[in-house]
């Protein structure tokens, strides 16, 4: 209101102040507001969409479901920033080609699983040799079960396999020394192959033992890939012409002549672009994948 001299006064000056700065304290309230809301939703949508691959799923969910990363700060484990499975019993059933496999983790990315039994007895070789490619066993896990598996087949993943093996101090010598030898800094690189379907390498079977008994040897003790049988391993002794790596009935690794009949689980990666549709893991509830 004007005064007698045709000015606005004071106090309406100030009420016209108060009354714009509570609007312009609504109008920030509700820009901070929907910003957030709009990150929160832009987060979500993140998740989901990173979600949709299996192995982003197991990573970005590894501590509620029980996967150990193996970074550098964790005590005698890989350090191959894999994500793994460790423990007597863990949440890691999946079903493919409707028949249960387990998850040993994800690594280099991939998720790599293990049939959860058997799919045959036999041995590695009739003719006397631990060569990985002129053995019988390679030839069955890359011919004949491979045939089993219809059009799920696209959704393995071709995978480097170090099949150079390891001494036959490894059932004495610690995990870690296992692994740099057969798949780590030690490895023979000249001694590789590229393929689908494989067997477990002795030191996958080592990190699968709770973490407490990283600093040891190889053991069964809390170790989930412990069945009670015994299975073959990918890995051959390379001090010898005619031994293989097996995991025995009492959990050990040992080893065993090429011509001895045990069983086989065959191993392999699934491809990167395999999605999670649900399942929380269990035996009862695997987990359920789609290309």
């Known amino acids: 209101m004007k005064n007698k001299n045709g000015f606005i006064s004071i106090s309406v000056v100030y009420s016209f102040f108060m009354v714009f700065l509570v609007l312009l304290l609504f109008i920030v309230n509700n820009l901070v507001s929907n910003r957030t809301l709009i990150n929160s939703i832009k987060d979500e949508i993140k998740d989901e969409i990173s979600d949709t691959t299996f192995s982003r799923y197991l990573i970005n969910h590894a501590s509620e479901l029980g996967l150990v990363h193996h970074n550098s700060s964790l005590t005698g484990g890989a350090e191959d920033n894999s994500y793994r499975y460790v423990g007597s019993n863990p949440n890691n ?149 005619n031994q293989f790596f097996y995991i025995s009935s009492s959990g050990n690794l040992a080893i065993g002549n090429v011509a001895e009949t045990y069983q086989i689980r065959p191993v392999f990666s699934l491809v990167s672009t395999v999605r999670f549709v649900g399942g929380t893991g269990s035996s009862t509830d695997p987990y359920r994948i789609e290309g």
Not at 120 to 136: H, K, L
């Open 93 to 241: 059933y999946i079903l493919f080609n409707d028949e249960m496999y387990r998850i040993i983790g994800v690594i280099n990315d991939r998720v790599k699983v293990i049939k959860d039994s058997s799919v045959t007895a036999m041995a590695v070789s009739t003719s006397d040799t631990n060569y990985y490619v002129n053995a019988e066993i390679y030839s069955y896990l890359n011919t004949t079960f491979p045939n089993s598996l219809g059009t799920n087949i696209d959704l393995l993943a071709t995978s480097t396999y170090y099949i150079g093996g390891i001494t036959n101090n490894s059932t004495t010598d610690t995990i870690k020394t296992v692994y740099d030898n057969e798949v780590g800094e030690d490895r023979n690189n000249s001694t590789r192959i590229n393929t689908q379907v494989s067997l477990l390498y002795a030191s996958d079977y080592a990190y699968a033992t709770d973490t407490s008994n990283y600093n040891g040897h190889i053991t069964g003790s809390n170790n989930w890939l412990n069945n009670g049988t015994n299975y073959w391993t990918a890995s051959r002794v390379n001090t010898s012409n």
